[in-house]
């Protein structure tokens, strides 16, 4: 059974920073894309960034390039999503998700296989 476990969320100031966790089990596939996606009220559900577990490529939604970092460590079974720079607008719940034998590497959420529960990140003002 797949599983995924997203923590690390909280309440920061803006300007700060947080580190998501998503710990992983079960994922048996060589082949898998794990993204964070982002949720506020009111709004559909955003893709923000994604990393390959075949080749370790990356991709991020304009709205958090060159702020978040995404990362994994495949010993762990855990990537990280590293977020700096934390605006207001950022706030919102953070889900983790698993697609299996990806073709190439995107942010669709309906082709995501498998979700965490989600962790609540807000920036205050």
């Known amino acids: 059974e797949v599983q995924l476990v997203e923590s690390g969320g909280g309440l920061v100031q803006a300007a700060g920073s947080l580190r998501l966790s998503c710990a992983t089990s079960?994922?048996?596939?060589?082949?898998?894309?794990i993204g964070w996606f982002r949720q506020a009220p009111g709004k559909e559900r955003e893709g923000i960034s994604c990393?390959?577990?075949?080749?370790?490529?990356?991709y991020y939604a304009d709205s958090v390039k060159d702020r978040f970092t995404i990362s994994s460590d495949n010993a762990k079974n855990t990537v990280y999503l590293q977020m700096n720079s934390l605006k207001p607008e950022d706030t919102a719940v953070y889900y983790c998700a698993a697609e299996i034998a990806p073709i190439g590497i995107g942010l669709n959420s309906a082709l995501y296989d498998y979700w965490g529960q989600g962790t609540q990140v807000t920036v205050s003002s």
């Open positions: 990393i390959s577990s075949k080749d370790g490529s990356t």
């Open positions: 079960g994922l048996t596939f060589t082949d898998y894309a």
